[in-house]
Nanobody
Framework: HVQLVESGGGSALAGGSVRLSCAASGYTFTDHMGWFRQRPGKEREGVAVIDSDGVTTYANSVKGRFTISRDNVKSTLSLQMDSLQPEDTAMYYC??????????????????????????WGQGTQVTVS
């Protein structure tokens, strides 16, 4: 069945690193895959997106610190998070856009909250930085 499962979340010290992974099944590893997050008291926001050709887009808040990647053979999505800051504390979600044309990159660049029922979302994994 359609499924996205995140793993790798946990606690880290400021300046540390965490690597998140997302395993996709049931035809959910789509052309546009991304990581979104929800910080305490904030709306959900885009972090990074990668398309099937490997083209990436990052939010300014994480650019230079986070790296998104995908393995099209294993149908996995990853987020390498370096130089973590307390402001990165959030629930992180793996998201698949099922549409042939995606607005995920635009959402991230404009800092837009994803609309209701946008994409397929995993259950989320908590990252806490102190």
């Amino acid at each position: 069945h359609v499924q996205l499962v995140e793993s790798g979340g946990g606690s880290a010290l400021a300046g540390g690193s965490v690597r998140l992974s997302c395993a996709a099944s049931g035809y959910t590893f789509t052309d546009h895959m991304g990581w979104f997050r929800q910080r305490p008291g904030k709306e959900r926001e885009g972090v990074a997106v990668i398309d099937s050709d490997g083209v990436t887009t990052y939010a300014n808040s994480v650019k230079g610190r986070f790296t998104i990647s995908r393995d099209n053979v294993k149908s996995t999505l990853s987020l390498q998070m370096d130089s973590l800051q307390p402001e990165d504390t959030a629930m992180y979600y793996c998201v698949a856009d099922l549409a042939p044309f995606s607005f995920m990159a635009t959402m991230i660049l404009l800092g837009q909250t994803p609309p209701p029922k946008f994409g397929l979302w995993g259950q989320g994994t908590q990252v806490t930085v102190s």
